[in-house]
């Protein structure tokens, strides 16, 4: 299975930008669709953007126009490049990836990193 470490949380001022980043254990030979998603105190988990083994992105339209997600096949990683930050973009994110093991897909989690925006 592989495993995913998250990283580049951390403290942002409303407007700022902050990187995220996702590495994977081993090749994306075997997996499809990463995404990030981020799940705010008593809220739900929630796709915030995903993109596929091809490079089509998807995004949530909360964070249209502000984040971009990348992935880096030679480097086994994901991206997710966030700017003009909001207060209501605090979370955990959580990198998410569709790995793909014979016939059958799991998705497989990283153990999240937390985005605090605050002045």
């Known amino acids: 299975q592989v495993q995913l470490v998250e990283s580049g949380g951390g403290l942002v001022q409303p407007g700022g930008s902050l990187r995220l980043s996702c590495a994977a254990s081993?090749?994306?030979?075997?997996?499809?669709?990463m995404g990030w998603y981020r799940q705010a105190p008593g809220k739900d988990r929630e796709l915030v953007a995903d993109i596929r083994s091809d490079g089509i992105t998807n995004y949530a339209d909360s964070v249209k126009g502000r984040f971009t997600i990348s992935r880096d096949n030679a480097k086994n990683t994901v991206y997710l490049q966030m700017n003009d930050l909001k207060p209501e973009d605090a979370a955990v994110y959580y990198c998410?990836?569709?790995?793909?093991?014979?016939?059958?897909?799991?998705?497989?989690w990283g153990q999240g990193t937390q985005v605090t925006v605050s002045a």
């Open positions: 081993r090749s994306f030979f075997s997996i499809g669709t």
């Open positions: 998410s990836a569709d790995e793909y093991r014979g016939l059958q897909k799991y998705r497989v």
